[in-house]
């Protein structure tokens, strides 16, 4: 059990620290970094999907007026480790996908940067590529772990035993769409490279943390990690995209290296975003249940192929929930991956179980239809006492409580449960229900430093805040932990000259920084009381916090939506969402609520809009722009509603918090495609749910 | 031949004040203010005319200024959402959007706060969008009037239902409900 922070700061709806900067624009993101007198810098992009490059002709390129230099894969400097292939920038003519970097102009202003790099002539020695997944490939390798590190196979019990025995089985495919996080700010970073300073290299890098953003930047030039220092003080949306450098940090680096003294700029337009910035895997996902007559679960199975790129493995941990969610004596979960000469895959919101809530609560909805249970009547029957996976306790486990107290503000109970029987005009009305889960994580590095300095407090940790509110909440858990009031602690963050930070991902930023200034802020109150004196301070690691090992850690949450189908046009809105979540203590109801409804929003858009479509004859995606790429406008979302349980959880961590930043986006679409089917009777296994899928079968 | 680039001497009153310089004729209204002015308050995402984020007030209606050239605003009054006056209708804005909390990452936010400036101003003028169903009507600000005509501005931490409530109360009227 860990010593629970007294909340006091902690639970009140303060408004973001940032706020005012945000509304008028002032806040400096990393491509608006004051800089003296700037280059510009235009990545030249592959334009084919395999090959080599056999020549570049850089003359025309050169010959114009303001061009510094022209990078290229004949003239870059050689890295120091090439074993990351993707930031090995420029360091081979061999190319593995369609847009991948293989020159970079650099110049006096933006428009000439452009300019030259459309006068950059590349010649190839192009090969056949290969960018399609399907289920059936003959090249499917199971990949050694998942992200980050979870078993690829698990398997228990006996899946066809049961399947073959049981009176009610259900064995469909489901598919989710390869998707772009599309942060609204481009990648961006401004690069300083000053020989024989102290901290040659500076990058201010749009990242979700400084701290690993130069660890990567510092192997890859073969620097001391104390000759890199990263600035990053605003995050223009990341959602996992920013969680790991992609090509163009070392790009911005090593273009300011050729210019020593010379500040560069480099953002990626939006249309390279879809090539260099990672993006979810589309997943296959086979699904198979089987269930006796009172709908419990005697098996629940999912088998998920998916694709990664030819020089940088990631395999998304899809299979996770099915795992853990529900009771059942036989389970299995695997990979497949197909390497195609594709962009490399990468983390976004909510990795592994935002597509695999997908298939698994679709999944269970047909079963309840099928056995005539109610969708969250069946969910009940097959809550497990213990983690299924690991025969661990829960920490705290209410996704009951979520489906119940969801339910009654829903209105669920009005439910007749017989798909395409509701009509508003020319409108069928439908609702569906998903469950929602993620895990509590807690990174295993990080610290921060408490200060007395003025008469006021000040927390320093390397953190990032993505929108996310770290610069308004982490001061909230170090007033509760020196027993201030919020308003004398000010926070440093977004540094590399403050303490280490773990990247703000896995929904485990808060909890590990918050875990690390609560030691340090204890601390300093034994140390010093109530009246330090002048320029005291002391140092805490996140692994000095206890830590819990007997217990399975799960945020939990059930999302419901309505949704309307017109009878004529197949059009589908979806002008209700409503979640209700078990994510521990809530630390700021204002900024904590905008993470939940902003994952719902985004599941929302995933549900109906969200499809990156790679055209497998030139290999690349098609619609990579915001016009063509649709993320859900203000329009498309009426009402989203998130609650929260009060919920205490003494194990995961001394606030008492799991996680908010992700759970928001899982089973979301699930849900919407319940609600769909409710409405009109045809069910849609494969993301988007768009009315083309719908039309011919509506009633 | 490759052509060469011509330039062009320009003035652009932004935020109260006065600047005279040569652009590019090439260089967007987008470029001159955050790569030649240093004004970075509008924000680039996509640089299509898609995203909304770059909007600013030109000459007092709402545009994209990544799709505007600056060579031709030669003279132009350009507010963005660090301008002045701070009492007026720009202001109010931004106080609504930090009261609900009608933002995150604040990227699109610039351009959600001038949007939401001329979306007042062409509702107080009587225009009507897609969604007004009565077209000769004074258009009253709904819920789905604000949403509808906010709709080019995209925000991908998904704070629409947060921002439509701070444009109704910038606009001093109350949402139809807390969350829509």
């Given amino acids: 059990m860990t010593e629970l922070l007294e909340p006091r700061a902690i639970g009140q709806a303060l408004a973001r620290r940032d706020g005012e900067r945000k509304v008028r624009g002032t806040a400096t993101y990393a491509y608006e970094t004051p800089a003296e007198h700037p280059a510009y810098a235009q990545i030249v992009q592959a334009t084919i999907a395999r090959g080599r490059v056999t020549g570049i002709d850089t003359a025309r390129a050169e010959a114009l007026d303001g061009v510094l230099t022209v990078l290229t894969v004949e003239n870059a400097e050689r890295l120091a480790s090439t074993d990351d292939r993707e930031l090995a920038v420029l360091q081979s003519a061999e190319v593995a996908f369609r847009g991948q970097p293989v020159g970079l102009v650099v110049a006096e202003d933006s428009e000439t940067a452009r300019h030259a790099a459309d006068l950059v002539r590349v010649s190839y020695e192009e090969q056949p590529h290969d960018t399609e997944l399907r289920a059936d490939r003959e090249d499917l390798y199971k990949p050694e772990k998942v992200n980050p ?38 990648h961006a970073t401004t690069a300083l490279w000053e020989p024989g300073a102290d901290v040659p290299l500076t990058l201010w890098d749009s990242t979700q943390g400084v701290h690993p ?29 920013k969680g790991l450098p992609h090509a163009n940090v070392p790009l911005t680096a090593m273009a300011a290296r050729a210019l020593p003294g010379r500040p560069v700029k480099l953002a990626l337009t939006r249309q390279q975003m879809f090539s260099l910035a990672g993006y979810r895997t589309p997943t296959i996902q086979r699904m198979r249940l089987a269930a006796d007559r009172d709908g419990r679960l005697a098996a629940i199975a999912i088998d998920v192929v998916e694709q990664t790129s030819r020089i940088k493995e990631f395999a998304e941990q899809t299979g996770l929930p099915a795992r853990m969610m529900y009771a059942a004596p036989s389970r299995r979960s695997t990979h497949r991956l197909a390497a195609l000469d594709v962009p490399v895959p990468s983390w976004m919101r909510a990795p592994g179980e935002c597509p695999g809530m997908f298939g698994p609560e679709v999944a269970l909805d047909e079963l309840a239809g099928e056995l005539g249970i109610d969708p969250i009547e069946l969910r009940i029957r097959n809550e497990p006492a213990a983690d299924p996976e690991t025969g661990k306790p829960w920490s705290s486990r209410n996704l009951v409580e979520c489906l119940r107290e969801g339910a009654r503000r829903f209105g669920w109970h009005e439910r007749d449960p017989r798909p395409a029987t509701r009509r508003d005009g020319d409108w069928l009305v439908g609702t569906g229900v998903a469950a929602s889960v993620y895990p509590t994580m807690r990174q295993a590095k990080s610290t921060a430093v408490i200060r007395f300095s003025g008469g006021r407090y000040a927390a320093e940790i390397g953190a990032a805040d993505l ?145 990156s479509v790679m055209d497998p004859r030139v290999g690349q995606v098609a619609n990579h722009d915001l016009a063509e790429y649709h993320i859900a406008a203000n329009a498309d979302v009426t009402s989203v509603e998130a609650h929260w349980l009060d919920e205490h959880d003494p194990y995961v961590n001394a606030m008492g918090s799991k996680g908010i930043g992700e759970i928001g986006i899982v089973g979301t679409a699930a849900a919407v495609a319940n609600a769909v089917h409710h409405a009109t009777g045809v069910r849609v296994r494969h993301l988007p749910v768009t009315l083309d899928k719908l039309l011919d079968a509506l009633p | 031949m490759d052509e060469r680039p011509v330039q062009a001497e320009i003035t652009l009153h932004v935020d109260g004040q006065a600047h005279e310089l040569a652009v590019d004729t090439r260089t967007t209204l987008l470029d001159a203010l955050r790569e030649r002015l240093g004004n970075t308050s509008p924000k680039k995402g996509c640089d299509h005319g898609q995203c909304g984020a770059c909007t600013v007030l030109l000459d007092g209606e709402r545009a994209l200024s990544c799709l505007a050239l600056a060579v031709a605003y030669d003279g132009a009054e350009i507010t963005t959402a660090d301008g002045l006056p701070a009492d007026g209708a720009l202001a109010q804005v931004r106080q609504a959007f930090v009261d609900e909390d009608a933002f995150q990452c604040g990227y699109c936010t610039p351009g959600q706060v001038c949007s939401a400036v001329g979306v007042l101003n062409e509702v107080r003028r009587g225009w009507p969008s897609h969604v007004t169903a009565d077209l000769l009507a004074d258009p009253e600000l709904s819920d789905a009037e604000v949403a509808e005509r906010m709709s080019g501005n995209l925000c991908r931490c998904g704070a629409y239902v947060n921002i439509v409530p701070a444009v109704r109360a910038a606009a001093g009227s109350a949402s139809t409900g807390g969350t829509r």
């Fill in chain 1, 149 to 186: 590190a979870y078993d690829t196979d698990v398997i228990k019990g006996d899946v066809d035993a049961a399947m073959a025995a049981s009176p009610v089985t259900l064995d469909h495919t489901y598919s989710t769409a390869m998707y772009h996080n599309n942060p609204l700010e481009p």
């Fill in chain 1, 467 to 611: 929108g996310t509110g770290a610069w308004t909440v982490l001061p909230q858990i170090a007033a509760d932990a020196l027993g201030v009031p919020v308003g004398d602690v000010d926070v440093r963050i977004g540094d590399t000259r403050y303490p280490i930070a773990s990247v703000a991902g896995g929904s485990s930023g808060t909890n590990t920084w918050g875990s690390a200034i609560v030691v340090a802020a204890r601390e300093f109150r034994d140390k010093f009381g109530d009246r330090p004196a002048d320029g005291s301070e002391v140092s805490g690691d996140v692994d000095q916090a206890e830590q819990d090992d007997e217990h399975s850690s799960y945020a939990f949450g059930a999302q419901f939506a309505e949704a309307r189908v017109h009878a004529d046009t197949g059009e589908i809105r979806v002008p209700r969402l409503l979640g209700v979540f078990a994510v521990g203590r809530m630390i700021n109801p204002r900024t904590g609520r905008s993470q939940l409804i902003g994952g719902m929003t985004m599941g929302l858009s995933m549900a109906l809009h969200e499809t």
């Fill in chain 1, 213 to 241: 953003d130069r660890s990567a930047v510092a192997g890859v030039f073969g620097l001391d990690e104390k000759q890199v220092r990263v600035v990053c003080p605003f995050v223009g949306g990341g959602f996992g995209s």
